[in-house]
């Protein structure tokens, strides 16, 4: 499985747009990207997830390069709602099992 | 009602019980996962399932034992807690479709 490199944390204020980026320098071919949310106290939750170019949700955008060696996830317009950490995956659209980072601890301020 | 339940939400127990963790789904899922997270650190793998027939260590796996019941239910058990598995603990399934995984919202085990 690939490794993944990802900022320790992140501030940021209400209203900004915020992009977090995610190295993978050896991504496999047939991996996907994943980005999950997670609160204190709660089990993560499924953000976004794309193979290449440009993916958008109603919650957020997943960028990748063409080299797939890195990804961004962009929110819009955070909310300090969005305090949370952030973890970036990588694994094939089969992949058995899932391995977590550190992911990065996005701290929004009024 | 959630899609992933686990029970207990909090448990504090002693030194050398056996303590099981049980966790159930309503997703429908066949893939189900039990992960450990300790404060400021990521998840870490223990025990992964694909079938009630197939069962998988993961990173961490010493020390914890598991069980599918049911396509729907995977316990996880430690045999003689010890204060080192003071932590969260996450159920997690998953499908082969692009929704990924789905979370329990965790069993705060405390071993004194």
């Known amino acids: 499985l690939a490794k993944t490199t990802q900022p320790i944390s992140m501030d940021s204020y209400e209203g900004q747009e915020v992009n977090i980026t995610c190295s993978h320098n050896?991504?496999?071919?047939?991996?996907?990207i994943t980005w999950y949310q997670q609160f204190p106290s709660q089990g993560p939750r499924f953000i976004i997830q794309g193979y290449k170019t440009k993916v958008t949700n109603e919650v957020a955008s997943l960028f990748i390069p063409a080299d797939r060696k890195s990804s961004t996830l962009s929110l819009p317009r955070v909310s300090l709602s969005d305090t949370a950490v952030y973890y970036c995956?990588?694994?094939?659209?089969?992949?058995?099992?899932?391995?977590f980072g550190t992911g990065t601890r996005l701290q929004v301020f009024p | 009602d959630a899609d992933v339940t686990q029970t207990p939400r909090n448990r504090i127990t002693k030194t050398g019980k056996r303590i099981m963790l049980e966790c159930s789904q309503t997703k429908g899922h066949d893939r189900m996962y039990w992960y450990r997270q300790d404060p400021g650190l990521g998840l870490r793998l223990i025990y992964y399932?694909?079938?009630?027939?197939?069962?998988n260590k993961g990173e961490i796996s010493d020390g914890y034992s598991v069980s599918r019941q049911a396509q729907a239910k995977f316990s996880l058990s430690l045999e003689s807690a010890i204060p080192n598995q003071t932590a969260l603990y996450f159920c997690?399934?998953?499908?082969?479709?692009?929704?990924?995984?789905?979370f329990g919202s965790g069993t705060r085990l405390t071993v004194v």
């Open positions: 995956l990588v694994g094939g659209y089969n992949t058995d099992k899932l391995i």
């Open positions: 399932s694909f079938d009630v027939k197939d069962i």
């Open positions: 050896n991504i496999a071919t047939n991996d996907y």
């Open positions: 997690a399934t998953s499908d082969l479709d692009r929704e990924g995984y789905t």
